[in-house]
């Protein structure tokens, strides 16, 4: 595969949540704002990029019995320095972050994209699949969040769009309704992923 | 922390169900939950792993993340002590008993990522429990986390008769059941502040 | 035999060895990113705190250290930490930090009480672990302004705070809710009432 496919294949067609069904825990809670979406979206693809390089890296060298531990050791301590340079140098964001930290290390898809793709595949390769997958990932959050901030606090970023008229919608702020608004959009993709194929 | 073990326990199980309230180990749950055999399978093998590693999490965090001040290591500490007791449990199961390997197989590996073993850990340290308060935490979080998966298998076991649109079928639809089994928990909130 | 054996004695320690050894890296990695790391943190929370004492007094921000060592004294009595202010040899009032159990973790807060403590003047919460967007709304301005300038004693008898949903229009030492987070809410009320008295209990003002 080209890298352009592999790219287009994690982001899209492998889609990490509404195909693998991955990644959900992290989508449900973050969901509420835009911006948190967006930085737990970041954090997930620089997370993913770097553990599936490295992971890709020692490939060769990873007994099989403990391939699982080695890929989480790995993953968390790109995590953590992630905490800890937020906590550094943007210690705002690092304190919207803060609680997802734990989120990102047992972040499903992270897992998922090095058993099935870095373990297999070489460096570079694995790190641009793991972008897409962080990606696609990261785009699904900002979709779900988008109508859970704007029925829900009528904000977008943070900015009021909807006035005093609108009546907020609680439901979009509690979580039960990341869990509808995924649902609505799997069925979403699938319909137009269906319409495509008859085309 | 003056907090009654029993009630702690009841409200892990139900009023702060770590699934339904805390929305976390979702992957598994969503994926797992399409036949009751496997959803008991893989809520006990849950449970067993929860219990136990938030005692022994206790300790290495007390015993010595704290002394040596290496508290901002406890992520990777946890999630190590948690891949290497289920990678030993696997090793003992398969030794003692191959008839249970077989059948737990992939549930064990999977239960590593299980995001809710890790939650319950950290929510332990964070909410200052001591030991016996730790491993009830554990329990009644794990006994839950059971509990919700097996009721959205016999769910969904009822629902495969009924007419669900195409691009519902699967995930889509236990999601929107785990939503308003959500919401349905959502009243228990304040019954039992366990905190 | 030769074989069986190196295969053997590979299969068995050869993980172990490999963990062990990437464990001590990463952790060597991690280790030396948080030492590096560490002095601006602590720098930079020590500021951010000195800042929210200055804020819960209503004392002016513009020099955060240098107000801080012009108008505070730190003291610290019955197991609770509190840092007065005074102007032009005056004390203006108390400011107590407490701590108290949220939804997720502990949230802590700071209380600012005229000299009498017959008031609260100000409330700032500085560490809290809610759901972001929902519980941690309680960090938001309008929230934490409705416990600000009340009376807090009336014939040396406490007044304590009370919620409502927040549609209602609160009165007195009413607050309105957070919507979708009674919890959390609940929380930094109780934190408030359960503080408060012992507060009162300790220091025993007139």
Same mark, same amino acid.
């Given at each position: 595969?080209?890298?352009? $496919?592999?790219?287009?294949?994690?982001?899209?067609?492998?889609?990490?949540?509404? /195909? &693998?069904?991955?990644?959900?825990?992290?989508?449900?809670?973050?969901?509420?704002?835009?911006?948190?979406?967006?930085?737990?979206?970041?954090?997930?693809?620089?997370?993913?990029?770097?553990?599936?390089?490295?992971?890709?890296?020692?490939?060769?060298?990873?007994?099989?019995?403990?391939?699982?531990?080695? &890929?989480?050791?790995?993953?968390?301590?790109?995590?953590?320095?992630?905490? !800890?340079?937020?906590?550094?140098?943007?210690?705002?964001?690092?304190?919207?972050?803060?609680?997802?930290?734990?989120?990102?290390?047992?972040?499903?898809?992270?897992?998922? /994209?090095?058993?099935?793709?870095?373990?297999?595949?070489?460096?570079?390769?694995?790190?641009?699949?793991?972008?897409?997958?962080?990606?696609?990932?990261?785009?699904?959050?900002?979709?779900?969040?988008?109508?859970?901030?704007?029925?829900?606090?009528? +904000?977008?970023?943070?900015?009021?769009? !909807?006035?005093?008229?609108?009546?907020?919608?609680?439901?979009?702020?509690?979580?039960?309704?990341?869990?509808?608004?995924?649902?609505?959009?799997?069925?979403?993709?699938?319909?137009? $992923?269906?319409?495509?194929?008859?085309? | 922390?003056?907090?009654?073990?029993?009630?702690?326990?009841?409200?892990?199980?139900?009023?702060?169900?770590?699934?339904?309230?805390?929305?976390?180990?979702?992957?598994?749950?969503?994926?797992?939950?399409?036949?009751?055999?496997?959803?008991?399978?893989?809520?006990?093998?849950?449970?067993?792993?929860?219990?136990?590693?938030?005692?022994?999490?206790?300790?290495?965090?007390?015993?010595?993340?704290?002394?040596?001040?290496?508290?901002?290591? &406890?992520?990777?500490?946890?999630?190590?002590?948690?891949?290497?007791?289920?990678?030993?449990?696997?090793?003992?199961?398969?030794?003692?008993?191959?008839?249970?390997?077989?059948?737990?197989?992939?549930?064990?590996?999977?239960? +590593?990522?299980?995001?809710?073993?890790?939650? @319950?850990?950290?929510?332990?340290?964070?909410?200052?429990?001591?030991?016996?308060?730790?491993?009830?935490?554990?329990?009644?979080?794990?006994?839950?986390?059971?509990?919700?998966?097996?009721?959205?298998?016999?769910? /969904?076991?009822?629902?495969?008769?009924?007419?669900?649109?195409?691009?519902?079928?699967?995930?889509?639809?236990?999601?929107?059941?785990?939503?308003?089994?959500?919401?349905?928990?959502?009243?228990?909130?304040?019954?039992?502040?366990? &905190? | 035999?030769?074989? +069986?054996?190196?295969?053997?004695?590979?299969?068995?320690?050869?993980?172990?060895?490999?963990?062990?050894?990437? +464990?001590?890296?990463?952790?060597?990695?991690?280790? @030396?990113?948080?030492?590096?790391?560490?002095?601006?943190?602590?720098?930079?929370?020590?500021?951010?705190?000195?800042?929210?004492?200055?804020?819960?007094?209503?004392?002016?921000?513009? $020099?955060?250290?240098?107000?801080?060592?012009?108008?505070?004294?730190?003291?610290?009595?019955?197991?609770?930490?509190?840092?007065?202010?005074?102007?032009?040899?005056?004390?203006?009032?108390?400011?107590?930090?407490?701590?108290?159990?949220?939804?997720?973790?502990?949230?802590?807060?700071?209380?600012?009480?005229?000299?009498?403590?017959?008031?609260?003047?100000?409330?700032?919460?500085?560490?809290?672990?809610?759901?972001?967007?929902?519980?941690?709304?309680?960090?938001?301005?309008?929230?934490?302004?409705?416990?600000?300038?009340?009376?807090?004693?009336?014939?040396?008898? !406490?007044?304590?705070?009370?919620?409502?949903?927040?549609?209602?229009?609160?009165?007195?030492?009413?607050?309105?809710?957070?919507?979708?987070?009674?919890?959390?809410?609940?929380?930094?009320?109780?934190?408030?009432?359960?503080?408060?008295?012992?507060?009162? $209990?300790?220091?025993?003002?007139?």
């Amino acid at each position: 595969m080209t890298k352009k $496919q592999i790219f287009i294949n994690s982001l899209y067609h492998e889609n990490a949540v509404w /195909r &693998q069904i991955l990644g959900i825990c992290s989508a449900l809670a973050v969901t509420n704002q835009l911006m948190n979406s967006l930085v737990m979206g970041l954090g997930v693809v620089f997370t993913l990029a770097f553990s599936c390089f490295t992971i890709s890296l020692l490939r060769n060298y990873i007994p099989a019995r403990i391939r699982m531990m080695v &890929q989480v050791l790995i993953i968390a301590s790109y995590v953590i320095i992630v905490d !800890l340079f937020l906590k550094a140098f943007l210690p705002d964001i690092s304190k919207a972050l803060g609680p997802y930290v734990g989120l990102i290390i047992t972040n499903c898809i992270i897992m998922g /994209r090095a058993e099935a793709f870095a373990m297999k595949n070489t460096p570079l390769n694995s790190a641009i699949d793991g972008i897409g997958a962080g990606l696609g990932y990261a785009f699904v959050l900002l979709i779900i969040a988008f109508f859970r901030e704007l029925f829900g606090f009528g +904000t977008f970023f943070g900015f009021q769009i !909807l006035g005093q008229w609108w009546t907020k919608w609680s439901i979009m702020v509690m979580a039960p309704s990341a869990f509808f608004m995924l649902a609505l959009l799997m069925w979403f993709v699938y319909n137009v $992923q269906l319409k495509n194929k008859k085309d | 922390m003056e907090l009654n073990v029993f009630i702690l326990f009841m409200a892990a199980i139900f009023t702060s169900n770590i699934l339904l309230t805390n929305f976390l180990g979702m992957c598994s749950y969503l994926s797992v939950s399409r036949q009751i055999e496997s959803s008991l399978g893989l809520g006990f093998a849950v449970f067993f792993v929860m219990t136990c590693t938030t005692a022994l999490n206790y300790f290495v965090y007390y015993f010595v993340l704290v002394p040596l001040d290496i508290v901002y290591l &406890q992520y990777i500490i946890f999630i190590i002590v948690i891949a290497a007791f289920v990678q030993l449990t696997e090793m003992v199961i398969e030794r003692l008993s191959p008839v249970l390997y077989y059948s737990l197989g992939i549930f064990l590996p999977l239960i +590593t990522v299980n995001c809710a073993i890790l939650g @319950v850990s950290l929510f332990m340290v964070i909410r200052n429990y001591s030991f016996i308060q730790s491993v009830a935490f554990g329990a009644g979080s794990g006994i839950g986390w059971l509990l919700a998966i097996l009721a959205l298998a016999g769910i /969904r076991q009822k629902v495969n008769d009924t007419f669900v649109p195409a691009g519902l079928r699967g995930a889509g639809l236990s999601l929107i059941i785990t939503g308003i089994m959500a919401l349905g928990f959502i009243g228990f909130s304040g019954i039992a502040v366990i &905190q | 035999m030769k074989q +069986t054996k190196k295969y053997l004695s590979e299969r068995k320690f050869y993980p172990v060895f490999f963990m062990v050894i990437l +464990t001590v890296i990463f952790v060597g990695v991690l280790a @030396v990113f948080y030492h590096l790391t560490q002095a601006r943190v602590q720098t930079y929370k020590a500021h951010q705190f000195q800042k929210m004492v200055l804020l819960t007094l209503d004392l002016p921000v513009d $020099q955060i250290e240098q107000n801080y060592n012009t108008y505070i004294t730190e003291e610290s009595q019955s197991g609770f930490d509190y840092y007065f202010a005074k102007r032009n040899d005056e004390i203006i009032g108390y400011c107590f930090k407490i701590e108290g159990s949220g939804l997720w973790g502990m949230i802590n807060a700071l209380i600012a009480l005229n000299q009498d403590f017959s008031e609260l003047i100000g409330f700032r919460i500085i560490d809290q672990n809610e759901t972001p967007g929902l519980g941690a709304r309680i960090t938001e301005e309008w929230f934490q302004k409705q416990f600000q300038d009340k009376k807090i004693r009336h014939d040396g008898e !406490l007044i304590k705070f009370t919620m409502v949903p927040e549609d209602d229009i609160p009165e007195n030492n009413q607050v309105q809710q957070v919507t979708g987070a009674t919890s959390s809410t609940r929380a930094v009320v109780d934190m408030l009432n359960k503080n408060l008295v012992k507060i009162i $209990q300790e220091f025993k003002p007139e």
